[in-house]
């Protein structure tokens, strides 16, 4: 066995110790829930050769390979490397970041998820923080991938907008809409009650006459916790229109919590014992531009 191992540095690049002494458990780097099918084979024969032959599919999309020998670790990342394949990270520092498979596949999707966990893991993954930062997108206001479980949770919505020219009163938006936000009268027609609107987007997809039109955007929550404590994370800020503003308030947020985060605390714990409502005016003034 190699001698003068730094469990650190490989923990940081995502190797786990295991109880089996000199053996290692190998997280990888999922962008999003997607590999390709190269991937995949490289990781299934990398897993024959130098572990157990199995994986095992984690909680937040990922794959860890167990039973990596830390003898063979320098040889199991070139041989990952060559199937374009990448560690992980654990540790403080950003997670990989984790998406549903948004517009591209799913007809729910207002958003393309992969892309923009793609762009989230360009700009943030392994930033060095005081504990661990996890970011979460997911395509609609079904949440399949639980966004406020994440300390920056992304949710795709629609801004949305109604021709009451184009409108043939046919009622289906009203039967669409989960949240009882519209009505139908013979008198008014159809009404929008905005207090009730959560930008769901279904009256857009379901209108027959395209009365309704919709603009995708980005709903935020921040702090979320699953784990030893649970809580939701809270949205703070009105639905986001563009990806330049979204940046925006991510880097706002991580470097609120990077300055202002005791060591070992998770964003939550900083926001409530720093108040929530400092924190807000930081990402008000981001949002704002």
Same mark, same amino acid.
């Given at each position: 066995?190699?001698? @003068? ?5 490989? %923990? ?8 089996? %002494? ?5 997280? #990888? ?5 997607? #590999?390709?099918? &190269? ?19 984690? /909680? ?55 892309? #923009?966990?793609?762009?989230? /893991? ?5 930033? &060095? ?17 639980? +966004? &406020?479980?994440?300390? *920056? @949770? ?6 949305? /907008? ?19 936000? #519209?009505? *139908? ?6 009404? %929008? ?27 935020? /929550?921040?702090?979320?916790?699953? @784990? ?32 202002? +985060? ?28």
């Amino acid at each position: 066995m190699a001698k @003068g191992v730094n469990y650190a540095l490989l %923990k940081k690049g995502g190797f786990m110790r295991q109880k089996q %002494k000199g053996y290692f458990s190998l997280r #990888l780097q999922v962008v999003g829930g997607n #590999l390709t099918a &190269e991937n995949i084979r490289t990781v299934s024969e990398v897993a024959e050769q130098y572990g157990h032959g199995y994986v095992h599919m984690t /909680s937040r999309q990922g794959i860890e390979i167990p039973f990596i020998y830390v003898d063979d670790i320098e040889e199991v990342k070139d041989k990952l490397a060559a199937g374009g394949v990448h560690p992980g990270v654990c540790g403080p520092r950003v997670r990989t970041v984790t998406a549903c498979q948004g517009n591209a596949v799913c007809p729910s999707g207002c958003i393309d998820t992969s892309t #923009l966990a793609r762009e989230l /893991s360009e700009r943030y993954f392994g930033r &060095e923080l005081p504990h661990k930062f996890k970011f979460g997108v997911t395509g609609c206001v079904n949440n399949c991938l639980k +966004a &406020e479980e994440n300390d *920056f @949770g992304v949710k795709g919505g629609m801004i949305v /907008s109604f021709d009451r020219e184009k409108c043939i009163n046919c009622k289906v938006c009203t039967k669409a809409c989960r949240e009882g936000a #519209l009505s *139908f009268s013979e008198e008014e027609k159809i009404t %929008k009650q905005e207090s009730l609107c959560n930008n769901c987007g279904r009256c857009v997809k379901s209108c027959p006459a395209e009365a309704w039109t919709g603009e995708p955007g980005y709903i935020v /929550s921040f702090g979320g916790l699953f @784990g030893n404590r649970i809580f939701r994370g809270e949205n703070l800020l009105p639905i986001i229109r563009d990806k330049e503003t979204l940046f925006r308030i991510a880097d706002a947020t991580i470097d609120y919590f990077a300055t202002h +985060a005791k060591p070992s605390e998770r964003f939550r714990t900083t926001l409530e014992r720093l108040g929530i409502d400092e924190f807000k005016k930081v990402i008000e003034e981001a949002y704002n531009g």
